[in-house]
């Protein structure tokens, strides 16, 4: 069973950065993405963007681009989510997820970790 353990959620200001962590335990090899999701109450869980696993490519939704980077650490089975100059609007509960980069299907989640940004 694949567990992910996520970390790093907190208070930014706006304009402000924040970096989630997300650990992986267990047979992590079935997976060949790590995405990280959001979601605010009421609304639907979103994908903030995504990594693969062993070749390290990534895309991200667009509202993101050139503010998010996701990276990994292989040795450590550690993926990250790096956010700059975030906006309030993004003040969610951040998910990361290991899945599939072919069919973005996910089968394993991360507890969750608040982010919240201030005015």
């Known amino acids: 069973q694949v567990q992910l353990v996520e970390s790093g959620g907190g208070l930014a200001q706006a304009g402000g950065s924040l970096r989630l962590s997300c650990a992986a335990s267990g047979p992590t090899f079935s997976s060949s993405a790590m995405g990280w999701f959001r979601q605010a109450p009421g609304k639907e869980r979103e994908c903030v963007g995504r990594?693969?696993?062993?070749?390290?490519?990534?895309d991200y939704r667009d509202s993101v681009k050139s503010r998010f980077t996701i990276s990994r650490d292989t040795a450590n089975n550690t993926v990250y989510l790096q956010m700059t100059s975030l906006i309030p609007e993004e003040a969610d509960v951040y998910y990361c997820?290991?899945?599939?980069?072919?069919?973005?299907?996910?089968?394993?989640w991360g507890q969750g970790a608040q982010v919240t940004v201030s005015t």
């Open positions: 990594i693969h696993l062993k070749l390290g490519m990534t």
């Open positions: 997820a290991a899945g599939s980069w072919v069919t973005r299907l996910y089968n394993y």
